[in-house]
């Protein structure tokens, strides 16, 4: 079955850096468009970044510039570097996908499997 976990959250900074790992199993992750989305609490959820099965990534305007998404060229790992990173993306991050080829709309993206997800605070 289909299976996305999330790992490499955790608390650092204002300004520093983390990457966040998405492990897929149950399908060719490659293949396919995959999110990253947060979701903090009592707000809604935001997607963040995809990246489509040609390898264009999409990225939100509050993430643009400082976020980095990528996947293995063999493998089944996706990963979301974040750089700079600010108090208002304190969030729990989740990886999920679409099941289609290329990138919806970030704020409209109806996901089909998504994982837990992995809490990034950013707090000094």
């Known amino acids: 079955q289909v299976q996305l976990v999330e790992s490499g959250g955790g608390l650092v900074q204002p300004g520093e850096s983390l990457q966040l790992s998405c492990t897929a199993s149950?399908?060719?992750?490659?293949?396919?468009?995959i999110y990253w989305f947060r979701q903090a609490p009592g707000k809604g959820r935001e997607g963040v970044a995809c990246i489509s099965r040609n390898g264009f990534p999409v990225y939100a305007n509050s993430v643009k510039g400082r976020f980095t998404i990528s996947r293995e060229t063999a493998g089944n790992t996706l990963y979301l570097q974040m750089n700079s990173l600010k108090p208002e993306d304190t969030s729990r991050y989740s990886c999920a996908t679409d099941l289609k080829y290329f990138c919806?709309?970030?704020?409209?993206?109806?996901?089909?499997?998504r994982g837990q997800g992995t809490q990034v605070t950013v707090s000094s």
């Open positions: 919806s709309e970030l704020s409209g993206a109806e996901y089909l499997y």
């Open positions: 149950g399908f060719t992750a490659n293949d396919y468009s």
